[in-house]
RNA sequence: GGAAAGAUGCCGGAGUGGUCGAUCGGACCGCACUCGAAAUGCGGCAAGCGGGUCACACUGCUUCCAGGGUUCGAAUCCCUGUCUUUCCGCCA
């Protein structure tokens, strides 16, 4: 959540990024933040005078008893009875503006940054590059991936639905391969850029759904085991990013560079049409996430460098892929500029999202409590957050798939992959 | 799943009703000593929300797992929950 010293120093530059974040009835969500956060501080205040008040008594009491004067004591208690019950009145009040200043707080989003361009819709995403160079020479009538999968034995969606339901494919022989072999490629790629492999939980609990912002507002984008209270994580950066959560981290310390494969779980209620065909949007699939905490003043290199890193695994695989700066109405709740990594399906004709490398500034690091204390000053403060995919399997698989078939119903393997599949052709 | 014990600051570990935000040790930081280092000595060393200040200083409140309760007063007593450890059972 954004920060109230934001809110209330910058008022107008918050209200001017909701607006171009497209979020309704900005100027009146800030301008009761403002008059909430007024009205907690008076009841703080007000908390306060009487909580001192009644410790005083309390040390005389003390004082009094110790001293052997049993009546004075006596009489002094008879006074504070009164203060308490104020105390308990006050204090109620000012939990209960604080809990509600938070909810409401939780409900706006996190404001883009200038570089942002302005816009409502994927329409209006900023392509800052393309590479639309094909690997291969494709047949005539290039397949699509399912056919492809289903022709050479790779992925078995049918099965999948048997064994659990749609949009759980089963991945078999060098299907199944090809799934490793991504997986350790990226590890081994993160590795060598410096990142800290993690494997942590697949399931995770209320707090740190809450701490990365999943809940409580996108609490139906997962999957829920009620009995226990878990949740199936979506992307690895949940587990991740919590490790942080309430931690007080050294300036040199960072920036923290962290990556993890896990499976991903999401119900994407309400999808439905092509955009669910094949390998395009499932409900559990594999992905590298890479997840930096860094200083506000080097957030933005360290954002570069997540994009180059990943601009890197696209360019190793030869797939055509372009690079677009998310427009305010299309970057999520909580970053601060995300860029989007696509790479071409040439026989689906689309561009598929295989990556989204974004920079949360201190909103997520608000709401998760991740600080960190400066080396010379020793003060404390808000880390600033970032995360991307480097990748997530699926799409990539089926570029792969579609991208480098051959002309005998074989696909090429890409040069970068063959140590890892062992084979130069799948067929 | 059954039984028992426990949860205190970065770590270890005291503290069983009043001046305890918390003894002590370690780690860490600063200073002194040293050519430098080690050793030693001295000092510092929690966070949150407020007030205050240009910024410090200074200052009120909260926090000893969490939430309730008893009391004038709770780290300390009571209740509930969570987690951890050990033993038993089960088991990849």
Redesign the pocket.
């Known amino acids: 959540m954004l920060t109230?010293k934001l809110i209330t120093e910058q008022t107008d530059r918050v209200i001017k990024g909701l607006n171009k974040k497209h979020f309704q009835g900005a100027e009146e969500a800030i301008q009761k933040v403002i008059a909430m956060?007024a009205e907690?501080?008076a009841a703080?205040?007000a908390?306060?005078?009487k909580?001192?008040a009644?410790?005083?008594?309390?040390?005389e009491?003390?004082?009094l008893?110790?001293a052997g004067k049993k009546d004075e004591a006596e009489a002094a208690?008879a006074q504070?009875?009164a203060l308490?019950s104020e105390c308990k009145e006050l204090e109620d009040k000012k939990t209960r503006m604080q809990t509600e200043m938070d909810a409401f707080l939780c409900t706006i989003p996190n404001i883009p940054y200038d570089e942002v361009p302005e816009g409502s819709s994927a329409a209006d995403n900023l392509v800052v590059k393309l590479n639309d160079k094909m690997p291969c020479e494709l047949p005539a009538n290039p397949k699509p991936h399912w056919e492809i999968a289903k022709d050479l034995n790779l992925i078995d969606f049918d099965l999948g639905v048997k064994i659990t339901g749609a949009g759980f494919p089963v991945y078999r022989g060098l299907g199944a391969r090809l799934q490793r072999a991504l997986i350790n490629f990226f590890l081994d790629q993160a590795r060598a850029a410096g990142y800290e492999e993690i494997m942590p939980p697949t399931v995770v609990n209320q707090a740190s759904g809450y701490g990365t912002g999943q809940l409580p507002d996108k609490e139906g984008q997962m999957y829920h085991c009620e009995v226990d209270d878990l949740y199936l994580i979506p992307t690895a950066e949940v587990p991740v990013t919590n490790i942080y959560r309430d931690v007080?981290l050294n300036e040199k310390e960072l920036p923290v560079k962290n990556t993890a494969y896990t499976q991903c779980f999401r119900r994407e209620a309400g999808s439905y049409g092509k955009d669910v065909r094949g390998l395009n949007r499932l409900h559990e699939f594999s992905k590298i996430e890479i997840v930096r905490i860094d200083t506000p003043e080097h957030s933005a290199e360290s954002h570069k460098e997540m994009l180059e890193h990943v601009e890197g695994l696209v360019q190793k695989l030869g797939l055509p892929y372009r690079i677009l700066r998310l427009c305010g109405g299309d970057m999520s709740f909580t970053s601060s500029v995300c860029y989007d990594f696509e790479v071409y399906s040439e026989a689906q004709k689309r561009w598929l999202e295989v990556s989204s490398v974004s920079n949360f500034d201190t909103y997520q690091a608000n709401r998760l409590h991740c600080?960190f204390?400066r080396t010379d000053s020793k003060k404390?403060e808000l880390c600033h957050t970032l995360n991307g995919s480097a990748l997530a399997l699926p799409r990539i698989v089926a570029a792969i798939l579609e991208d480098y078939q051959q002309a005998d119903g074989s696909v090429k393997v890409p040069d970068v992959l063959v140590p890892y599949m062992g084979c130069e052709y799948i067929r």
Request: overall charge positive; glycine content about 4%; cysteine-free.
């Open positions: 109230l956060d907690r501080r703080q205040a908390l306060d005078q909580l001192a009644s410790n005083q008594a309390a040390k009491i003390g004082a008893m110790k208690k504070v009875a308490k007080i600080r204390r404390i």
